[in-house]
C-alpha cells in the first residue's frame, strides 16, 4: 500500500525559505499520493558532513526512494553511489558527482548566474542608457556550491556580453543580513560611480535591499537578489530592487517525490528536468506565472 | 615548657572584671550542635554557652572541629543537628547574612575576601556607604583608612587586596570584622600569618572591642596568646568537646593533655649537630624586595630568618629558588656559583621550598591530597612515560601516616582539609625528595602543638641526613629556639646575624623594628 | 589566566614605549588616523554615521555580556536572543499589537531568558556554558518553528525607518549605544549591585560571607544580559525590517570578543563599559575599513583575526607595565 | 563554577536515586533503549554503524578540547583547524604528494597551530578565549584564499574510501577514536603529563613551585588539541572527499559541549578521556534518533537543547551526591 511507502526528501538547509518551499511542494505531493515523506536536511548550507550523515540515517530507514538535493557536487558523490545500492536516488536542485541518481530535477544555477547578469546590465541600460559602469557582487557564504555556481555564472556572462560593466568588488559574507547591509552601505561609501549589485541568495538581498533603501539609492543603484520572499516582493514592487531571479523550488519539491514513487514502482522516468530561473522585473511581477513563483502555496 | 610568652599576661585584676561580666546571659547558647560532612563526623554533638562580654578561646588539634563549629555559627554551612540560641532564642543561622543581621561576625581562618577589589571596598563590602543611591566611593576610602588609622595598622585603603601580603590581607579581613558593629565577633586562628608587633596591635583590638561589651571567640594554636587574652578555653579534640575551664584555673599541660590525650614534655626538638661543609651561599645578593643579602646554610644548620611582615624574606627566597630573577649578586652552590633561572634548576641541585602561601602557592586545592603530595616527585614515580599507581598511592600514604595528616582518603581533596592538616602537605611534598637544602616558609602557620613539635623532630631527621635548613618564621620563639644562626632582616636589609639564643626576644625586636642603633650589630 | 604571574618589571629590553602606552581609544584613534589617510571616504560625515550603525548593535550586546563576564561566567545565547526576539517582535507587529506593546512585550521576554538562565545557574547548578548553550540552541529552534523556517516582514514604517534616521546628525542606532552606556556606567561603577558583581566575579564565597545576596547578583547578571540582547533584538529586527530566527549567528562570540579585547577578563572581577564599547568599534571599524579599501573578504578575515591579537597583546602589556 | 559551593548533603527530600544514579553511561544505554523500542530501525547494525561514524569525529575534538580544559583554557579555533586541514590535505593530495607525506604535512600543521597557541599565551600573554578566537578567523581565511572559496576534490580513491569501510564491521572512523582515545587515556591518568595537566589547571603558582613546567604543560595542550583537530581535518577529507575551508563551522561549540557534557569543568582541573567520549556519542544519539524518529529539525533544535540540560542537570546530581 502507497501509505507505508516512505520518502525522504533531504534538503540542503532547512532553516532557509528556499527549502522550505521545496519541502512544501513535497509535502504536498506526499499528501497528494499518499506517500509518507520524512523532511530531512542539514542545518546549514555549507555542512556537507551533516548531509552525508542524514543520507546515512535515511538509508538506514529503508524508504522506498530517496529525494536529495547534494550540498557539494563531489563531495555527495560517493555517498550516493553507496545509497544508490540499496535504494533509488532522485536529485532535485543541484547535481552531485555520482552516475547513480534515477532522476534529476534543477535549476541551472549558473544559468541562474547568467540570467542575473541580463537582468542587471537591462535595469542599468534603462536608467542610464547603455550597459556601462560599475558593478558589484555580494555572495552569502564561502564555499557553498550553488552559489559559487551562480557567481561564475553571473562573472562568465558579464565577460562574455557586457563588456562595459566593470565588477569592481566581489564580496563574501557571513550568512547574515546585517553583514550584507553594512557590506553594501560601505560599497556605496567607497564607490560613488557604483551601478549595480548582484545578491546571489535572499538574505544577502534582504540586506542589501535595506541598505539601498536606508541611502535612498534604489535611482542610482540597480539590485538583482535571488530567490523571493514577502519583503523581497515589496522591495520589488516600491523599486528597492529591480529585479529576482526565481526559481520553481515548489515544482521541484514536488516532481521529486513523484518521480521518486514512480521510479520506485520501477516505471520509467525522465532522466533530467531543467525546472528553469526566471527573471522576475517590477513589469512582469503581476504576470500569474510569476505570481505563482513570488507567491508559492505554503500549507 | 618555659614560658616564651609575648609580652605580660593580663593582669589578674583584670580578669576579675571580665568574670565580674561574665555573670551575665550567655549570649549564645549550642545544644547538641552537630556536623557531618560525607565521610567525616567533624563535630559531634556539642553544647555550649558563651557568656555575654567574655573572650572564649577554643583550642584544639587541627582538624579538631573548631573552624566547622564557627562556620555553623555564623551560617556558613548547614548544620545536620542541633539548635543553636542567640540571646535565649532559636535562631536559624542558615545564611551568613541573617548571622550579620543578628551582629555575629568572624575572621574566617583561610582569608577570605575579594582579592580583585580595593581595600575599602572589602571593607565595606555588603555595607556600602550610598547616597542617592550611588556609591560613595571617596567617602568609603576616606573611611576605610580612617579605620585602619585607627587600629594602628598602616596600610592604603585605595591599594588593590591582592597587592598586600597574607598577613596584611588578614588585618583587613580583621579590621572589617572590628568595624561592623558586631555583637559577637569570632577570630578564627589571626594571628597565623601575624609577626609580634601586628599581633599586639589585634590584641589591643580584642581587648578595646571586649571592654565596648563585644563577645569574643578566639581560636589559635599559640598557647600563651591563648593564657593572655581569654577568661575561658573551651577543648575540642576529634570533634568532640572535652571540656571548658576558667583561664585561671588551668595550666598549658593540661590544655595539650586534653587536645592530644598525651603530654608534651618538650616542643621545641633541638639536637645540635656538628656542621658540615658550606651547601649554599648568597653574595650580595640583591632582588626585588631585598638587598645585598650575604649568608650561607651548612649541612646539619637550621639558618632563620626573622623580621616584619614584608621585610623581605620570602623574596630572598623564592629568588634563590629561580621563582624571581635576581638583579645582582651571586649564589654558590658547593662553592661553585650557580645560575637559577627558574624553578626546576633549583629543584635540579637540591634545593625544596615550602611556600609561605598555602592556598596560592603551596597547593592545588581541588585535586586530591595524594596528587599533591608526589607532585615534586613524578618523575621518580614513573618508568618510562607510565606511573606507578602503586608507589604513588604507598608514597602519599606514608606521608599521610608519618606526618599524621587527618583525611578521609589520600583521593580526598586537598581542600577538605581543615588548616592545618593543608599545611603538612606543603611540607610533607618536599621530604622524599631527596633535597639537600630545605627552605620552610612560615612551615608551622596553623598547624598545632602536638603537630608542631613532631614537625620540629623532622627537621632534625633531616638535619642528620646531612641537609640544611632556611627556616623563616615570624613566630619568634620557632626561630629562637630553633635557628643555629639567626638573621634578622629589615626593609629588605639583612641588619643582624646572631648564633643560637646568644641575644633576647627583646634585642631581636628593636633589630627588626629598626630603632635604636642595631645595624651595627654582630655580624658574623 | 592561571598563568599570570606576577613578576613584573622583568621584560626592560623592550623599549617601544609609545606604542606599548596606547590605551585602546588612542589604538582606536590610530585605527581611524590611518584609514583616514588610506581612503577618501572613511573621514565623511555619512561612513562615520556608517560606522556608528555598524558598531551599535555589538557593542550592546557587548555591555550585557560583560556583566555576565564580570561575574565569571559566560552568555553564548546573545545571538540567539537577538535572532529569536527579532522573530517576536515581527510576529506581534504582524499581529496587529501596537509598537510600545510589542516592544515592552519583547523585552519582557527577555527578562524571561536571562531569570531561566539565572536559574538554571543558581538551582540548577548548571554551568554557564552549558545553560546558556541551550538556550542558544533552543531558542533557534522554537524561532524556526514560529517562523516555519520563513522570514516575517515587519510593515510597520515608523518602526523600521527609526533605524535608520538621526537625531541631531547622529544615527538613533549609535544613541542607542549612549541611552543603554550611560546607567550601564552607572551601575557598574557606582551602585552597590555593580560592585556585588565584581565582588562575586572575584570571590563568590568571601562575597557570601559579607552577606552579598550572590545568588541575586547571578540572577541580575544574567537578566542584564539577556535585556540587552532583545533589546537589539528589536533594533535588528528595525534595521533589517524583518524578524528572521537565525540572524546574529555567531554574535556572541563577537560580543565576547568585544568585551575581552576592552579589557574585561574572563576569570571574572575585571572589566568596565567602555572597554566593550571600544571593543566593539575596534572590530567595526576593521570591517568597515576592509570593506573601503575593498580588501578581499578572505584577507580580511586574516586581517581580523591577526588585528585582534596585536591589539590584545599591546593592552596587556600596557595593563602589565602599569 | 564560581557559585559552587561545598556544603554537600543537605538536600535530603529528593529521592529518585535510580535516576539521579545514572552514570552519564547509564543515560546513553537509556536514551539507546528508548530509541530502539521507539523505533524499528535504531537498532540495526547499519544504523549503529552510522551513529558510531557519526559521533567520531566530534568525539576526537572533545578530546583534544579536553586536555585544554583542564589546564583552565578553552581552544575555539579546533573547527577552523579541521577545516583548514581539509584544504591542506586536499591542496597536498591534488598536487601530487604521496597519501602518508600529506598526512603527516598535515598533522605537522596542526602541531603547528598547538604550538603558536602555546606562544599566544605563554609568550604573548594572550587569554586562550582571544587567541584561538584569532586563529579561527584566520585560518578560515586562509584556508579560503587557498581554495578561493572553493573547494578542492580528492581524486584518490584509497583516501576517500578509508572513512567508509569498516574492520571487523566496525567502522573505520570509529576505529579511529579508539586509536585516539587509547592513549590519551593513557597519557592523562598514567602519565606525569596528564598529572601536570590538572595541577597546572588547579593552581599553576603551586605547579611551578612543585617544578612543574608550567608553559610546556600548557604548550603540549594547546598542541595535542590542535592536532587532534588536524586528525579530524583529515578524517573529514576522507569523509566529504573534498577540502573546503568553511567545513566544521561550530564544531567548537559542539566539542566544548561534550567534553562538558561529559563531566569536563571550564574551571580547569576537571575531566576525564571517556566523558567527552561519552559526551560526542550522547550529542550523535539525540541527532541520529531525532532524524529516525522524524522529528522535524526545528523541534530537533528545542529538544537538542532542553535535552542538554536534563543530562547535565542529572549528571551534576550525582556528582554532587558522591
Ligand atoms: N568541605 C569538607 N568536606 C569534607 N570534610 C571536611 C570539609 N571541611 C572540613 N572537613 C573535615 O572536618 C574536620 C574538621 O575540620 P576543621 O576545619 O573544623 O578543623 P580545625 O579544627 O579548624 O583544624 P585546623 O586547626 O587545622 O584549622 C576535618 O577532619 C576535615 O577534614
Ligand atoms: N610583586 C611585587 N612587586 C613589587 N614589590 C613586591 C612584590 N612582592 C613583594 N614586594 C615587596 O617586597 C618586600 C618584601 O616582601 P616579602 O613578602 O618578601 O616579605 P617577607 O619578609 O617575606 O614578609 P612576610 O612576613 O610577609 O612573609 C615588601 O616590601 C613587599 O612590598
Ligand atoms: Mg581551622
Ligand atoms: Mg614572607
Known amino acids: 500500500r502507497a501509505a507505508d511507502v516512505t520518502i525522504p526528501i533531504i534538503v540542503k538547509d532547512t532553516t532557509s525559505f528556499y527549502w522550505q518551499i521545496v519541502l512544501a511542494g513535497a509535502r504536498k505531493a506526499g499528501k497528494d499520493l499518499g506517500v509518507k515523506v520524512p523532511e530531512l536536511g542539514a542545518q546549514a548550507e555549507s555542512d556537507i558532513n551533516g548531509q552525508i550523515s542524514i543520507l546515512e540515517n535515511a538509508v538506514s530507514g529503508k524508504p522506498a526512494a530517496i529525494v536529495i538535493s547534494p550540498t557539494e557536487f563531489k563531495a555527495l558523490g560517493k555517498p550516493i553511489d553507496e545509497a544508490a545500492k540499496s535504494v533509488k536516488i532522485i536529485g532535485i536542485d543541484s547535481a552531485a558527482d555520482s552516475k547513480a541518481f534515477t532522476s534529476f530535477l534543477t535549476t541551472d544555477n549558473v544559468q541562474g548566474g547568467r540570467v542575473a547578469a541580463d537582468g542587471l546590465a537591462a535595469a542599468i541600460t534603462e536608467k542610464y542608457g547603455k550597459a556601462e559602469g560599475e558593478v558589484a557582487l555580494i555572495t552569502a557564504l564561502p564555499g557553498v556550491g550553488s552559489l559559487d555556481q551562480r557567481a561564475k555564472g553571473f562573472k562568465e556572462q558579464l565577460a562574455a556580453k557586457y563588456p562595459g560593466l566593470k565588477l569592481i568588488a566581489d564580496k563574501v559574507a557571513d550568512g547574515q543580513a546585517t553583514t550584507g547591509l553594512n557590506i553594501t552601505t560601505d560599497l556605496i561609501t567607497a564607490n560613488p560611480n557604483l551601478r549595480g549589485i548582484f545578491t546571489s541568495n535572499l538574505i544577502m538581498a534582504q540586506g542589501a535591499g535595506q541598505a539601498i533603501a536606508e541611502n535612498k539609492a534604489q535611482d542610482k543603484i540597480k539590485v538583482i537578489g535571488f530567490d523571493s520572499d514577502e519583503k523581497l516582493v515589496k522591495f520589488l514592487s516600491n523599486g528597492t530592487l529591480a529585479g529576482l531571479i526565481v526559481q520553481d523550488p515548489y515544482r521541484m519539491g514536488y516532481d521529486g517525490i513523484k518521480t521518486a514513487l514512480a521510479a520506485s514502482k520501477g516505471e520509467k522516468t525522465e532522466a533530467n528536468v531543467d525546472t528553469g530561473a526566471n527573471l522576475i522585473t517590477k513589469a512582469n511581477m503581476n504576470d500569474k506565472r510569476a505570481q505563482e513563483l513570488l507567491n508559492p502555496k505554503l500549507d | 615548657m618555659t614560658d616564651h610568652d609575648i609580652s605580660h599576661r593580663s593582669s589578674s585584676g583584670q580578669s576579675e572584671d571580665v568574670s565580674a561580666a561574665a555573670a551575665h546571659l550567655p549570649i549564645l547558647e549550642l545544644r547538641g550542635l552537630e556536623k557531618q560532612y560525607l565521610g567525616t563526623h567533624a563535630l559531634k554533638p556539642a553544647d555550649l554557652a558563651f557568656k555575654a562580654g567574655e573572650i572564649h578561646a577554643i583550642v584544639g588539634e587541627n582538624g579538631a572541629g573548631k573552624s566547622t563549629l564557627i562556620k555553623l555559627l555564623t551560617g556558613v554551612i548547614p548544620r545536620t543537628a542541633g539548635e543553636i540560641l542567640f540571646r535565649g532564642e532559636p535562631v536559624a543561622l542558615t545564611t551568613p547574612l541573617e548571622a550579620i543581621q543578628h551582629g555575629i561576625n568572624a575572621v574566617h581562618q583561610e582569608v577570605v575576601l575579594c582579592p580583585h577589589l580595593t581595600v575599602a571596598a572589602n571593607i565595606f563590602l555588603g555595607e556600602e556607604q550610598r547616597r542617592f543611591g550611588l556609591l560613595q566611593h571617596r567617602h568609603m576610602i576616606r573611611e576605610a583608612q580612617k579605620i585602619l588609622d585607627d587600629l594602628g595598622f598602616a596600610l592604603p585603603a585605595h591599594a588593590l587586596l591582592s597587592d598586600l601580603t597574607i598577613g596584611q590581607q588578614q588585618l583587613i579581613a580583621t579590621a572589617r570584622a572590628a568595624t561592623r558593629g558586631a555583637r559577637f565577633l569570632i577570630f578564627d586562628e589571626p594571628t597565623a600569618y601575624l609577626t609580634r608587633e601586628e599581633a599586639a596591635q589585634l590584641f589591643a583590638l580584642i581587648r578595646r572591642l571586649q571592654k565596648s561589651g563585644v563577645t569574643i571567640v578566639y581560636i589559635s594554636h599559640r598557647m600563651e596568646e591563648v593564657f593572655e587574652l581569654a577568661d575561658r578555653v573551651s577543648i575540642l579534640r576529634d570533634g568532640r568537646l572535652v571540656g571548658t575551664r576558667n583561664i585561671g584555673e588551668t595550666n598549658e599541660n593540661e590544655l595539650i593533655g586534653l587536645m592530644i590525650n598525651r603530654s608534651i614534655e618538650q616542643i621545641y626538638h633541638k639536637v645540635p649537630f656538628t656542621f658540615g661543609k658550606t651547601i649554599l651561599e648568597t653574595k650580595n645578593l640583591t632582588g626585588n624586595g631585598f638587598e645585598d643579602i650575604s649568608l650561607s646554610v651548612r649541612e646539619g644548620e637550621i639558618v632563620g630568618l626573622y623580621g616584619l611582615i614584608g621585610a623581605g624574606r620570602s623574596e630572598f627566597v623564592t629568588t634563590i629558588f629561580g621563582r624571581h630573577p635576581k638583579s645582582s649578586g651571586k649564589i654558590l652552590w658547593d662553592g661553585k656559583e650557580v645560575r637559577i633561572e627558574r624553578e626546576r634548576d633549583a629543584i635540579k641541585l637540591g634545593i625544596a621550598l615550602a611556600p609561605e602561601s598555602r592556598r596560592d602557592q603551596g597547593l592545588c586545592l581541588s585535586l586530591p591530597v595524594s596528587l599533591n603530595l608526589n607532585l615534586p616527585i613524578y618523575k621518580q614515580l614513573s618508568r618510562n612515560v607510565l606511573i606507578s599507581h602503586r608507589e604513588e598511592a604507598r608514597h602519599a600514604d606514608n606521608q599521610i601516616s608519618d606526618l599524621r595528616i587527618k583525611t578521609s582518603s589520600r583521593s580526598a581533596s586537598a581542600a577538605s582539609l581543615s588548616g592545618g592538616n593543608q599545611q603538612k602537605i606543603v611540607i610533607g611534598k618536599w621530604l622524599n625528595h631527596g633535597a639537600k637544602l630545605f627552605i620552610f616558609d612560615e612551615p608551622t602557620v596553623g598547624v598545632d602543638v602536638g603537630t608542631k613539635a613532631e614537625i620540629y623532630r623532622l627537621f632534625s631527621t633531616l638535619l642528620e641526613n646531612g641537609a640544611g635548613i632556611i627556616l623563616i618564621s615570624s613566630y619568634l620563639p620557632e626561630v629562637y629556639e630553633l635557628a643555629d644562626t639567626l638573621h634578622v632582616f629589615r626593609r629588605g636589609h639583612l641588619v643582624a646575624s646572631h648564633p643560637h639564643k646568644s641575644v633576647t626576644h627583646e634585642d631581636i625586636l628593636t633589630q627588626a623594628l629598626g630603632s635604636a642603633s642595631t645595624d651595627a650589630s654582630t655580624r658574623n | ?322
Open chain 3, 1 to 322: 589566566m592561571s598563568l599570570e604571574t606576577k613578576d613584573t618589571g622583568t621584560t626592560p629590553k623592550r623599549r617601544f614605549n609609545v606604542l606599548f602606552g596606547l590605551t585602546l581609544f588612542a589604538l582606536l584613534l590610530v585605527l581611524w588616523l590611518v584609514l583616514s589617510l588610506a581612503t577618501d571616504s572613511f573621514w565623511t560625515g555619512n561612513n562615520i554615521s556608517n560606522l556608528l550603525r555598524q558598531g551599535s548593535m555589538i557593542a550592546i550586546l557587548a555591555i550585557g555580556q560583560t556583566f555576565v563576564i564580570i561575574t565569571g561566567g559566560i552568555d553564548l545565547s546573545v545571538g540567539a536572543i537577538v535572532g529569536f526576539t527579532s522573530v517576536i517582535v515581527a510576529w506581534l507587529l504582524a499581529h496587529g499589537f501596537p509598537v510600545w506593546a510589542a516592544i515592552l512585550i519583547t523585552l519582557g521576554i527577555g527578562v524571561c531568558i536571562g531569570l531561566f538562565h539565572g536559574f538554571g545557574i543558581v538551582r540548577l547548578g548548571l554551568p554557564p556554558f552549558i545553560i546558556t548553550l541551550a538556550t542558544l540552541t533552543s531558542l533557534r529552534g522554537i524561532g524556526l518553528l514560529i517562523t516555519n523556517g520563513n522570514t516575517i516582514s515587519i510593515d510597520n514604517d515608523p518602526f523600521t525607518e527609526f533605524s535608520r534616521n538621526d537625531f541631531a546628525g547622529v544615527p538613533n542606532l549609535f544613541l542607542m549605544v549612549v541611552l543603554v552606556g550611560i546607567p550601564a556606567y552607572i551601575f557598574l561603577s557606582h551602585s552597590r549591585w555593580g560592585r556585588y558583581l565584581f565582588s562575586v566575579g572575584s570571590n563568590a564565597e568571601a562575597s557570601r560571607l559579607s552577606g552579598v545576596n550572590v545568588k541575586g547578583t547571578i540572577y541580575l547578571a544574567y537578566t542584564l544580559s539577556a535585556v540587552c540582547a532583545s533589546f537589539v533584538g528589536l533594533l535588528l529586527a528595525s534595521r533589517i525590517g524583518v524578524g528572521n530566527a537565525m540572524q546574529a549567528e555567531g554574535w556572541e562570540l563577537q560580543a565576547i570578543a568585544s568585551s575581552v579585547i576592552g579589557g574585561t577578563s574572563l576569570f571574572g572581577a575585571v572589566g568596565s563599559i567602555h572597554g566593550p564599547l571600544l571593543g566593539a568599534f575596534i572590530l567595526a571599524t576593521i570591517n568597515n575599513g576592509a570593506n573601503l579599501l575593498n580588501v578581499n573578504s578572505f584577507w580580511q578575515r586574516v586581517i581580523t583575526g591577526v588585528l585582534i591579537i596585536v591589539i590584545v597583546y599591546f593592552d596587556q602589556l600596557r595593563r602589565r607595565r602599569r
